[in-house]
Structure formats: C-alpha cells, structure tokens
C-alpha cells in the first residue's frame, strides 16, 4: 500500500515540530537562569509551571496513543461505554483537587515513594518503587510506543513500523531532557495541536458519513446517522450477559462490565491513576496549593471533551465499515480503526492530524520517562546508591535513566514482545496496571486518612493487592467455578472462563483493605508516622466551586443523555 501523505501533510508536521523543538530549546535556555537547585528543576520545575500548563501537562502524558488507537478501537468495538474512561477520570480529578492534593502539598511530597517513606517506612517505599519502574517501562512505555508506531505506521504504507518508533523515541528523548519544565510548558503546545487537530479530525470524519450517506457536509447530520445506524454504540451501561448472549457481546462486557464496575473497579482504577501516579501528580506537586487544584480541575474540564477527539472516531469507523466504506478493516483489529479514518481526510488535514497523534504520543513519553527518572534518581539511587550525590551528578543519573527507559521500551515493543496487539492496546494498559493499583490506592488512601494505619499494614497490603489480583484474574475461576456470590465469570474468546477485571478489581481492593484493617488494629491507636490534618487543608475557594460544579453539571449531562 503507497503512503497516504503528500507535500502539504509533511508540510505541516514539518511545522508542528519545528515549533516544539524551537519553543522547547528557548525554554531549556530560560530555565536555566535563576535555578536554586538544579535537581529540583529538572525533576519537578521548581514550582514555576503555571495552573494552565500543570492542567495542558496532565492532559497531553496522559492522551497517548493508548486512547487515539486504543480508546478510539475500542468505540469501534464496544462504542460509548468506553468513555467512562475519561468522563470518570474527570469526577477522580475532582476528588484528587479536593483532598488528596492538600495531603501532598502541605507535607512537601514530591514523588510518590518519598509519599510513602515519611507516612510508613523505607521497605515499603522501595517496594513500591521498584514495582512503579517495572509498570512505566514494560506496560506503558511499550504500549505507547507500539501503539503510535502502528497508527503513523498505516499511513505511511505499512512498511516503516521499526523506523517510526525509533523516530518517536528519539523525539521524545530530546523533550526530555530538558526537564520537566521543558516537558511541561511544551505539553501546553503539545495539547494545543492534540485538541485542534483531534476535533479536526473527527469533524471531518463526520462529513464523510454525512456525505457517504447522502446527505452532505453536514456535521450535526453525520452523528445524527452513527446514532441511527449503531444505537448500540450509544449507550453507558452494557447489561449482564444472558443465556444465548453471543461471544461478541460477552467479550464486550468483559472489557466493561456494566453497573458493577462503577461500584469499586472504575473509581479505584481512576483515583489510583489520577491520584497515586508519580506520572500524573509530578506536574503539580511543585506548585502551590491554589495553582496545583486550579491546574487540576482544569485537566478535569478538558477530561470531559476527550471522548469526542479519541473515542468517536472509533464509532465513526465502524459505521462506514459496515456500510463497506472501510475495507481496509476486513478481519483486521479493532486498532486500526483510527489509522483507517485518517486515511480519509484530505491533503494537509492528514498532516495535522498526525502532528496531533505525534503531539500525544510523545507528550506521554516524555512524562513517563521523566517519571521514570524522577522515581529511579531521587529515590533509589540517591538513597541507596550514592547517597552524597550532587546536583550534577543526578541530573546526569536522571538524564541517563531516560534514555536507558526509553532503549528498553523500544527492544521490548520492536517484535511486540509482551503481546500488545493481541491484547488490544487500551485494555492491555488497564488490565495490568490493574495488578497493583488496589494495593496502591489502598495504601495512599488508608494512609492519608486513617490514622492507625501502619507500616506492616502497608507492606502487607501492597503484597496482598498483587496476590488478590493475581487470585481474581488467574486462579479464581478454577477453584471457585464460573458462578458465585462474589461474581459471573464469562467464556473470553479463547473458550476460557474469566472474571471482567473491573469486577476482580473491586473484590482485590475491599480484600486488600480488610487485611490493612485487621493488622493495624493490632497496633498503636495512633502511627507515630500518621499525617496531621485540618479542615483548612480542604477549605475551597471561589473559583474551584465553579470549577468543580462545571464538571459536575456536564457530567450529569451527558449521562442523562447517553444511560
């Protein structure tokens, strides 16, 4: 297949990257000046990004190829349910902003070990370390990679998968090493050209379907014609599978299992990633309180508008390939559902669209890696490797580790080693990122707000939340049978029963908080370790009210609408 890009798309990407890289470099050169601590300005800004670039920030890590392929395949698989992703991402967001935010601030927590060493102890902190470093470089650096690289792969003909990701790394790379302040207020570009060129995107995706079907360029027309001709895909809840359900809807469910998974799985997933994740929280934990919630709920509103860039596209695709307008999608993945639309726009469109693929891609490489670096140099190089390091000497360690992350990414992700493709990008991420986050999340959130909480109940509880996961998601079903008052398990599409994993979530929390329960009863009332809180740390002012009841309303909205 010949590429589907001419002059005026190269033109344009062209454009985009000279604008990174050149606002980039003239950053790196500001920042340089009037720098306290060089370490500190490398790893978290120093407190200089604004509430505008800590909200860009968060949005553009976090909108990566993940979602444009994988969030965007999985509306073309399942439809809009998958948005739950982001809309509840947005009410975590207002939950991270309002009272776990305070908790880092007021105690001057700058990553999420150091978290867990001032509330707990060192073994705790080091177990988790190591467990967030494996998470970033072998599930979500590769996803991201892999992911990206396929996408930009198609429209390039297919035949330069291996030399697009190495662009990506390499591109990446630079943004990086500059910092996170580099890192930070280039997202705010970065997400500029994500949003632009995202609802470009699907608007003209939408006139395409209006146009294929007779009615012209005519954008409101067009998703008027997805809702006629797949309201399944319309749809927040999917029921529980009946007797006689088919193997296509079951497979749907088991990715989202309807209303169970608001009840524990969803949030906890959310309130873990939003709020426990040295990737996420990096961006505003070098700010002030004010600036960091502002950022935050900022992040929240634009939460809110994603579906429509990275999920829409998806039903988009599966209503003209059920029409015949797709062929390319013949008993192909549901991933390539967001490279078979771009192959649709029109000369210099396919550009920006790419820019805003790229935009993302490398926005979340960026801040994973310097997340990475952040988690590897201050605490566990600096603590137990070479504890008389000096600022120099850790930025150095700090930009190594960068690139040593971003090697193995590339070596694990260049024959798809960990199965990515097989698994379907997005539910790939989810699904093990699933593994640690109810000892994670139970960790942070017992810890922040109960005082008796202690450190053997932590190392308990981290170990506890793997082995439950690994329980639910692995062995449950054998010892237990398909049916039980704890769950419904479903034949997958290899014949082979399973729990949906938000509902193994859910039961792999509440058993995780029922063993840190038990064993900190056993101890003092009070941990010499616990944080000191006052309602003042939670006091919010004006504009976050505002803020936060935006969200809510549309939220509320939406789900009226869409149920």
Not at 199 to 207: F, G, H, N, V
Request: charged fraction near 10%.
């Amino acid at each position: 297949m010949k590429h589907q890009l001419v002059f005026k798309d190269f033109l344009v990407f062209a454009l985009y990257f000279i604008i990174v890289a050149g606002y980039g470099y003239w950053i790196y050169r500001k920042k340089q000046k009037g720098a306290t601590s060089e370490s500190k300005n490398f790893f978290l800004a120093e407190g200089s990004l604004t509430w505008w670039a800590i909200g860009a920030s968060i949005i553009a890590s976090n909108i990566s190829a993940e979602q444009f392929i994988g969030m965007s395949g999985d509306g073309f698989f399942v439809g809009m349910a998958v948005s739950v992703y982001e809309w509840l991402g947005a009410a975590a967001l207002i939950i991270v902003a309002v009272f776990l935010m305070p908790v880092y601030i007021r105690n001057k927590i700058y990553t999420m070990p150091q978290f867990l060493k001032m509330r707990y102890n060192e073994t705790v902190a080091l177990i988790m370390s190591v467990f967030w470093l494996f998470l970033y470089v072998f599930v979500n650096l590769t996803s991201i990679l892999y992911l990206g690289a396929l996408a930009i792969n198609g429209l390039l003909g297919g035949a330069y998968f291996h030399e697009v990701m190495i662009a990506l790394a390499i591109f990446a790379v630079i943004i990086t090493l500059g910092g996170m302040k580099v890192i930070g207020y280039t997202d705010v570009i970065q997400v500029g050209v994500l949003i632009i060129g995202g609802l470009a995107t699907t608007c003209m995706a939408l006139t395409v379907v209006s146009e294929k079907f007779g009615f012209g360029k005519d954008i409101v027309a067009g998703f008027n014609i997805l809702m006629k001709e797949a309201p399944d895909h319309f749809h927040m809840m999917l029921k529980k599978p009946e007797a006689g359900a088919s193997q296509e809807y079951i497979n749907k469910y088991l990715i989202l299992p309807g209303f169970g998974m608001y009840i524990a799985g969803q949030w906890i997933s959310n309130l873990n990633y939003w709020g426990c994740n040295q990737y996420i929280t990096q961006r505003a934990l070098g700010a002030d309180l004010p600036t960091a919630r502002t950022g935050i709920l900022f992040a929240g509103l634009l939460k809110i508008l994603m579906p429509v860039i990275v999920m829409l596209p998806g039903i988009v695709a599966y209503v003209l390939y059920q029409h015949g307008h797709l062929p390319q999608l013949e008993g192909g993945h549901k991933d390539g559902a967001y490279a078979a639309i771009l192959t649709l726009l029109p000369a210099g469109l396919k550009g920006l669209a790419i820019a805003a693929l790229t935009a993302a891609i490398v926005a979340s490489l960026a801040g994973k890696s310097n997340s990475i670096s952040t988690i590897f140099t201050l605490d566990i190089y600096k603590k137990y490797l070479h504890t008389k390091a000096d600022e120099k000497q850790l930025v150095w360690v700090g930009r190594l580790t960068i690139v040593a992350a971003i090697v193995i990414g590339v070596l694990f992700t260049w024959n798809d080693l960990l199965d990515i493709g097989g698994a379907g990008g997005y539910t790939f991420v989810q699904k093990y990122s699933s593994f640690i986050s109810p000892g994670v999340f139970a960790t942070f959130i017992l810890g922040m707000f109960w005082k008796r909480t202690s450190g053997a109940a932590a190392v308990a509880g981290i170990i506890v939340g793997f082995a439950a996961s690994v329980f639910f998601n692995q062995a449950a079903v054998k010892l237990m049978g398909p049916e039980t008052i704890l769950y419904s398990a479903f034949p997958n599409a290899h014949g082979e029963y399973e729990i949906p994993f938000f509902i193994s979530l859910g039961w792999s929390f509440l058993t995780t908080v029922i063993v840190m329960v038990a064993i900190s009863l056993a101890g003092p009332r009070v941990s010499p370790k616990a944080f000191v809180l006052d309602r003042g740390m939670f006091r919010l002012s004006p504009s976050s009210v505002i803020l936060i009841a935006a969200i809510v309303l549309l939220l509320s909205a939406l789900y009226v609408k869409f149920w």
